[in-house]
């Protein structure tokens, strides 16, 4: 969210858009980050609903939550539309986790100390 905005109407509008999505089905947890000037809320839903059935989550489900949790904030007074990426001019997407990872492990490997080969009598 950007910089300003309640922390707690971005909590609203996540608790709001869960209970309404997984509330007596999947199990959740959430986590409110207000560490950085964007406040932020993670989610951890867990796929295997109560019934047994698993959540395949596709585009079209993400699509449709953004749409869902911009309503919620707007009940809340928190201006919000769930535009793309494309129509917002923002064609430069974030670098891959995987990448991410890689480049630190090879960060790791040339920060690594050498070992040794000691030579001498093999006994």
Partial sequence: MPPGTSPDKVLSAVQ???????ALKHRYLMALHTDDT?????VVLKAR?????RLNISKSHLKEWRVKFAAHLREL??????????????TIRS????????RARERSAVERPKSRV??????
């Fill in 16 to 22: 709001n858009l869960c209970r309404e999505e997984f």
């Fill in 38 to 42: 964007h406040p932020h809320v993670h």
């Fill in 49 to 53: 609903s109560e019934q047994g059935k």
């Fill in 77 to 90: 007074g928190v201006s919000a539309n769930a535009t793309p990426r494309k129509f917002r001019d923002q």
């Fill in 95 to 102: 670098t891959p986790h995987a990448l991410l990872r890689q």
């Fill in 118 to 123: 000691l030579e001498g009598p093999v006994r």
